[in-house]
């Protein structure tokens, strides 16, 4: 039977630091990578702002390649995610409303404004056009 699973969560000592990720000691003989995007939650510019050589961190291990001896890290998927702001549901009313008119004037959404202001556009232009040949 191997000695660890994908899926396991273990504790780990950081042993070395990359660019692209830390390495983390398992035991004495395993260690594997925890990838900069599975650091923590969110983005991460620079690895040294969130880890050190020597912290002990809680891992879970993504993924083992047996052949290649060669063991993928999450720190992330050991911490709950931050709480997401919810943004304002609409009113399913508002919803087919907004679709209706859309429907109507044919036009996507989001394009409705350029659509109103381009008339305006328009004869600003030519009023310029007409200012600089007189």
Same mark, same amino acid.
């Given at each position: 039977m191997a000695k660890f699973e994908t899926g396991q969560v273990l504790e780990g000592k950081v042993t070395g630091i990359q660019p692209y990720g830390a390495f983390v000691a398992l035991d004495e003989e395993v260690q594997g990578l925890v990838?900069?995007?599975e650091v923590t939650h969110g983005f991460v510019k620079d690895i040294n702002e969130h880890l050190n050589v020597g912290d002990t961190v809680n891992v879970k291990i993504l993924n083992i390649d047996e052949g290649k001896g060669k063991y993928s890290l999450s720190i992330r998927a050991t911490q709950e995610a931050p709480k997401q702001e919810k943004q304002p549901q609409r009113k399913p009313q508002q919803q087919k409303q907004q679709a209706a008119v859309q429907q109507e004037e044919g036009t996507p959404?989001?394009?409705?404004?350029? &659509?109103? &202001?381009l008339d305006e556009w328009i004869n600003q232009s030519k009023e310029r056009e007409n200012t600089f040949r007189k």
């Open positions: 990838h900069i995007s959404a989001g394009f409705n404004t350029l &659509k109103d &202001k």
